[in-house]
């Protein structure tokens, strides 16, 4: 009777450790579920950031490229205004020394 109840015993210990081994391999198996997932999603967040960071950049290229475009345009005004003052000015002064030197009443 007693060696029964000890080999029953021995058993269910047997027991205990073979579903404590098989508890143990599934935890293992679902870390390692879990980090491959982790990971898979880490590369798909860093994708995402990596293209919209671009799409900012692009973004921000254009739109300092339409900036550097209209200051161009705005330069190319002002150079065009102040040339047209110049000339002006210098006919105005031509005129007026022309007059002084030849005692003409000028154009």
Do not use: C, H, P, W
């Amino acid at each position: 009777m007693q060696e029964e109840l000890i080999e029953k015993l021995i058993n269910i210990e047997e027991d205990a450790r073979k579903l404590k081994a098989e508890a143990e391999d599934e935890i293992d198996k679902l870390e390692q579920k879990y980090q491959e997932r982790m990971s898979r999603e880490e590369r798909v967040r860093i994708r995402e950031a990596k293209n919209k960071g671009e799409k900012l950049l692009g973004d921000t290229v254009e739109e300092a490229v339409k900036y550097a475009n209209r200051v161009k345009k705005e330069s190319e005004r002002e150079i065009g205004e102040n040339e047209e003052r110049y000339s002006k000015i210098k006919d105005s002064l031509l005129n007026k020394y022309f007059k002084i030197i030849t005692g003409n009443k000028g154009v």
